[in-house]
Antibody
Framework: QLQLQESGSGLVKPSQTLSLTCAVS??????????WSWIRQPPGKGLEWIGY???????YYNPSLKSRVTISVDRSKNQFSLKLSSVTAADTAVYYC????????????WGQGTMVTVSS | DIQMTQSPSTLSASVGDRVTITCRAS??????LAWYQQKPGKAPKLLIY???SLESGVPSRFSGSGSGTEFTLTISSLQPDDFATYYC?????????FGGGTKVEIK
C-alpha cells in the first residue's frame, strides 16, 4: 500500500522560502502513469492546487503561484519536494502531497498534511 | 483559468435523505471531473473520478453524473458517516482547480 508523508518546517518567516518534502513509501515514484502534486488548504478554507511533477521531471504549476513555486523529484530517495519563495501570511495553510492518476487526472492517495505557519 | 462553482455551499440534511451537490465549470471540461470527501483534520478522500466512475471501496450510495460544464454528486441515502465537506476538482490542459466546497450538516 503506497503511502505519502510530508515533512518540513512548520514555521516560516515572511519573505523567506517554504520548503517541504513528500516521502513515498510502499511503491516507486518512478512508476509510470502518475503525477505527484502539492495541494494546500488555508485554515477554514478550500483546497488549492499548487503544482505537480512527473517522474521524468516535467512540472506544471498553478498560474497564480507559478512565479514563486519549484517542485522537484529525487528518484534516488523516492521523494519529491516543494519550494515556495517570498512567503506571506496568505501562504499559511495545511500542505498536502498527493498522487495523481494520469489516466483520469484525480488524486487517489494523499499524505496526512502538514501545517505551515508564516509568521515573524 | 477554469473556475469551478459548487452549490450549495452548505446543505442541511437528515439520515436517509437523498442529497445532490452541483458543480459548474466556467468552460467545458469534458468528463475530467472528480469528487472528494473531507472530514475535519483529515486529507480529502477520492469518491468519484472521470465524472461518474466510483473509486474502489467507496459505497455505491455515492454516484456522479454530468459532462461538459455541469456535474452532480448524489448520495442516495445519507448515512451518519457522510456528514463532511465535499469538493469537486477539474482537469484541463495541465491545470487543475477545485470547487469551493459543500458542507453537509446534520439537520
Amino acid at each position: 500500500q503506497l503511502q505519502l508523508q510530508e515533512s518540513g518546517s512548520g514555521l516560516v518567516k515572511p519573505s523567506q522560502t517554504l520548503s517541504l518534502t513528500c516521502a513515498v513509501s510502499g511503491g516507486s515514484i518512478s512508476s509510470g502513469g502518475y503525477s505527484w502534486s502539492w495541494i494546500r488548504q488555508p485554515p477554514g478554507k478550500g483546497l488549492e492546487w499548487i503544482g505537480y511533477i512527473y517522474h521524468s521531471g516535467s512540472t506544471y504549476y498553478n498560474p497564480s503561484l507559478k512565479s514563486r513555486v519549484t517542485i522537484s523529484v529525487d528518484r534516488s530517495k523516492n521523494q519529491f519536494s516543494l519550494k515556495l519563495s517570498s512567503v506571506t501570511a496568505a501562504d499559511t495553510a495545511v500542505y498536502y502531497c498527493a498522487r495523481g492518476v494520469r489516466q483520469f487526472y484525480a488524486f487517489d492517495i494523499w499524505g496526512q498534511g502538514t501545517m505551515v505557519t508564516v509568521s515573524s | 483559468d477554469i473556475q469551478m462553482t459548487q452549490s450549495p455551499s452548505t446543505l442541511s440534511a437528515s439520515v436517509g435523505d437523498r442529497v445532490t451537490i452541483t458543480c459548474r465549470a466556467s468552460q467545458s471540461i469534458s468528463s475530467w471531473l472528480a469528487w472528494y470527501q473531507q472530514k475535519p483534520g483529515k486529507a480529502p478522500k477520492l469518491l468519484i473520478y472521470k465524472a461518474s466512475s466510483l473509486e474502489s471501496g467507496v459505497p455505491s450510495r455515492f454516484s456522479g453524473s454530468g459532462s461538459g460544464t455541469e456535474f452532480t454528486l448524489t448520495i442516495s441515502s445519507l448515512q451518519p458517516d457522510d456528514f463532511a465537506t465535499y469538493y469537486c476538482q477539474q482537469y484541463n490542459s495541465y491545470s487543475l482547480t477545485f470547487g469551493g466546497g459543500t458542507k453537509v450538516e446534520i439537520k
